[in-house]
Nanobody, 115 residues
Framework: QVRLVESGGGLVEPGGSLRLSCAASGINFGLHGLGWHRQAPGKQRELVASIGTDHNTTYADSVKGRFSVSRDNTRRRAYLQMNDLNPDDTGVYYC?????????WGQGTQVTVSS
C-alpha cells in the first residue's frame, strides 16, 4: 500500500520559514518523482515544486528563489524548504507521487502565514 505522510506545517509570520517533510512507504522510493502542491481556500490545487528521480527540480514562478525541494532516498523522504513566506503562501500543502498507474496523495499539512 502506497502511503505519503506530510508534516512540518504550522503558523508563521510573514518573512518566516518552514520546512515540510513527506515520508513515503509502499513504493521503491528512488524510482519515483515527487511533487509538492498547495491548495489555498477557494482555489484549485496547484503544483509548486517537483523533484525527479535524477534530483532535477522545477518550481512555480510564484515560489522561485524562495522554495527549495529536495529528497533523501535513504530515508524515503522529500522536503520542501520554504523561505520568505507571505500570506499568499497560505494553504494546505500536499505531496504526491505517480505509481502503479495512478497518482497518490498525502493527507496534507496546513501552512498559515499571518501576523
Amino acid at each position: 500500500q502506497v502511503r505519503l505522510v506530510e508534516s512540518g506545517g504550522g503558523l508563521v509570520e510573514p518573512g518566516g520559514s518552514l520546512r515540510l517533510s513527506c515520508a513515503a512507504s509502499g513504493i521503491n522510493f528512488g524510482l519515483h518523482g515527487l511533487g509538492w502542491h498547495r491548495q489555498a481556500p477557494g482555489k484549485q490545487r496547484e503544483l509548486v515544486a517537483s523533484i525527479g528521480t535524477d534530483h532535477n527540480t522545477t518550481y512555480a514562478d510564484s515560489v522561485k528563489g524562495r522554495f527549495s525541494v529536495s529528497r533523501d532516498n535513504t530515508r524515503r523522504r522529500a522536503y520542501l524548504q520554504m523561505n520568505d513566506l507571505n500570506p499568499d503562501d497560505t494553504g494546505v500543502y500536499y505531496c504526491s507521487t505517480a505509481a502503479r498507474g495512478r497518482t497518490f496523495w498525502g493527507q496534507g499539512t496546513q501552512v498559515t502565514v499571518s501576523s
